[in-house]
Antibody, heavy 121, light 113 residues
């Protein structure tokens, strides 16, 4: 059974960089036809797609966040990562890592449990 | 960007009764070359990540009970739960994956009457 697990600091100061890693177990991140992505959900609000990556390193970003977001992949560790720079209170959310099936922003069939990132000094 | 609008925002239905949630996209998500609607539905229970229920507007994900069905085409879509169970209390989201960025509806909260 595929499992995804987010890890990283739960508290980030304003203007600093948020960094999260997603560890994938029970399957290979290099499997064809799957893309690996990040989404976020502010407390009590809806879902926002941040971006995705293929194991080859091709990346796809939400234009609204593109200037501040970097997604990378480490196939040797079966992990992929997210960095969001210059964070503000608006970046406070539960961050989910996810597997897109069939395309870089196609439906997500596996999700991590999510990790809450608070932005505060 | 494609804007997804769900209705109603909340819904209370008796156990065993039918629940219907609507989703409207600001532009068509029907890809004419393959006749597929790039529309998915998710269920999110409190404290959990979303769970994929339906994709291609009407294809049930493996393991999803057949009381869940999706319909619609172009810009108007519906998720129907034929006989509401207690475990269906959740927020439901539609999502378009026709164009980037993929976008979600605001969610519909489903409760037991």
């Amino acid at each position: 059974q595929l499992q995804l697990q987010e890890s990283g600091p739960g508290l980030v100061k304003p203007s600093e960089t948020l960094s999260l890693t997603c560890s994938v177990s029970g399957g290979s991140i290099t499997s064809s036809h799957y893309y690996w992505g990040w989404m976020r959900q502010p407390p009590g609000k809806g879902l926002e797609w941040i971006g995705s990556i293929y194991y080859s390193g091709s990346t796809y970003y939400n234009p609204s966040l593109k200037s501040r977001v970097t997604i990378s992949v480490d196939t040797s560790k079966n992990q992929f990562s997210l960095k969001v720079s210059s964070v503000t209170a608006a970046d406070m959310a539960v961050y989910y890592c996810a597997r897109h099936r069939g395309g870089n922003y196609h439906p997500v069939d596996y999700w991590g449990q999510g990790t809450l990132v608070t932005v505060s000094s | 960007d494609i804007v997804m609008t769900q209705s109603p925002d909340s819904l209370a239905v008796s156990l065993g009764e039918r629940a219907t949630i609507n989703c409207k996209s600001s532009q068509s998500v029907l890809y004419s070359s393959n006749n597929n609607n790039y529309l998915a539905w998710y269920r999110q229970k409190p404290g959990q990540p979303p769970k994929l229920l339906i994709y291609w507007a009407s294809t049930r994900e493996s393991g999803v009970p057949d009381r869940f069905s999706g319909s619609g085409s172009g810009t108007d879509f519906t998720l129907t739960i034929s006989s509401l169970q207690a475990e269906d209390v959740a927020v439901y989201y539609c999502q378009q994956y026709y164009s980037t960025p993929p976008s979600f509806g605001q969610g519909t909260k489903l409760e037991i009457k």
